[in-house]
């Protein structure tokens, strides 16, 4: 099969998809449909009353609200921002909304974002794995109901994991440093615009710039552990300079929302509904990254090997690090905390240790560090680079939100263990067997759409 049949069918299946479950499913109450209607859907109709016309002629101040109306989308009062995001997907929708004049159209072509985030995935995949079977491997996230729920409802989560790609794909292909920084920062300023809480994905671009040497395209030769230090301090100011540009960028596309608001991205009212952070995420994380990687455990198993007869000193850190981050905080279940949905329902059928401590989380947390580590491991030296600042910051990043909810890390943790398992694709399938590698990620697709079945019959 070549890597053309393997997007056409991706890309039609998609389509048929969004089509199909922006008219059949709108009326499921869905989480997804619950955000739609407190937050998303009146911020977008904000917009659609408050209209973007912009007079040049105008005062600094009106000219900033005529701005915001045109930008941002919103109304000119930071109190009507009903959603907890910034707003380049209420925008957005809105002005389709406007254009169309029907909402369910809208819904539509909201719903359509998904065809080209698979169709690039589908192709990254084929072209990391250097087959048409590597696309394969991208179907735990492909049938995620995290991802296909998101489609018949207007919520701007699936543009801003778009987005997230872009910007990972960028940090971790070998491209010029000037390349990156063309699709790196477009990415991360339309990224910010989407969800302020995505600046995080600054880091690994910053880490990608550091790791190349001026001029030079990617990683053309072997490199060790032993010239890292070597790598990052090579043409050190010329990068620095590229780095102040990536943090430039986010911090500015942030910044450009606050002004236009006057010192504020949402209303007060969403400020006070996520004030106060939430410690469990870690725990959260690492747990889901460690289910997750056992359907990708045939591309681990040589390095596992090597862990275990020779790290295993590393291999036990690592353990112990998933252990203290679950017996820290506390980890029950408990709505008013933040701690429900997705894996906090499994976590409220297990026994609770010193009624604060799940013994769920603590084995699954110790077993997702001690493979975060195995990753780190078994992929080249530059994707490990990457790769620990991206998961770095993204564990850092959303000890902020109040809620750690499971919709929050799959899409980026199933992504991730994708493309990763796509790079070691061609190196492993020579001391593995084919079926493993691929089976393994097939089950998983499979698994998907057995909870996304079994989500929407429950709605």
Not at 161 to 168: D, K, N, T
Not at 211 to 228: D, P
Not at 240 to 268: K, R
């Amino acid at each position: 099969m070549k890597n053309t049949s393997v997007l056409t069918l991706v890309g039609v299946c998609s389509i048929v998809w969004a089509v199909w479950s922006s008219l059949l499913f709108h009326h499921l109450e869905t989480p997804a449909k619950s955000d739609e209607v407190r937050y998303h859907l009146p911020a977008i109709e904000s917009f659609l009353v408050n209209g973007p016309s912009i007079n040049i002629s105008s005062e600094s101040t009106t000219l900033k609200a005529d701005l915001l109306s045109l930008v941002v989308g919103l109304s000119k009062d930071p109190s009507q921002n009903f959603a907890s995001t910034t707003s380049l997907y209420h925008v957005l929708t809105g002005e389709i909304v406007f254009l169309l004049s029907d909402r369910d159209a809208a819904l539509i072509v909201s719903a359509l974002l998904i065809v080209p985030m698979y169709l690039f995935l589908a192709w990254w995949l084929m072209h990391l794995g250097k087959e048409w079977s590597a696309a394969l491997l991208g179907l735990p996230f492909f049938f995620s109901y995290l991802i296909l729920h998101r489609t018949f409802a207007f919520v701007p989560d699936n543009l801003g994991w778009f987005l997230v790609m872009l910007v990972i794909y960028a940090s971790l292909e070998p491209l010029s440093i000037r390349a990156k920084l063309v699709i790196g920062t477009l990415g991360l300023f339309l990224l910010v615009a989407t969800r302020q809480l995505h600046i995080w994905m600054v880091a690994p671009l910053a880490a990608s710039i550091l790791w190349n040497r001026m001029n030079e395209c990617g990683y053309c030769e072997k490199i060790t552990w032993t010239i890292l230090v070597s790598r990052l301090r090579s043409d050190f100011a010329k990068k620095f300079i590229y780095l102040l540009l990536v943090g430039l960028t986010a911090i500015l596309s942030l910044y450009f929302v606050l002004w236009l608001w006057g010192g504020g991205s949402v209303s007060e009212e969403i400020v006070s509904l996520n004030r106060g952070g939430n410690p469990s995420s870690i725990v959260v994380i690492l747990s889901l990254f460690g289910i997750h990687s056992l359907f990708y455990i045939g591309f681990l198993l040589p390095t596992i090997n090597y862990v275990l007869k020779e790290e295993k000193h590393w291999f036990y850190l690592f353990c112990s690090l998933g252990f203290i981050s679950a017996l820290v905080p506390q980890t029950t279940f408990d709505q008013s905390k933040g701690r429900w949905t997705g894996i906090w329902n499994i976590v409220n059928a297990f026994p609770v240790f010193g009624e604060r401590t799940s013994i769920l989380l603590v084995v699954t947390g110790s077993l997702g560090a001690a493979i975060a580590y195995i990753w780190f491991r078994a992929l080249e030296p530059f994707w490990a680079w990457v790769t620990s600042i991206l998961f770095l910051s993204f564990l850092v990043i959303h000890l902020v939100p109040v809620n750690a909810w499971q919709r929050y890390y799959d899409p980026l943790i199933l992504m991730l263990l994708a493309v990763c398992a796509a790079s070691l694709f061609q190196r492993e399938k020579n001391t593995t067997s084919t079926w493993l590698l691929l089976g393994l990620p097939v089950l998983g697709g499979v698994m998907q759409v057995g909870l996304t079945l079994f989500k929407m019959k429950s709605f």
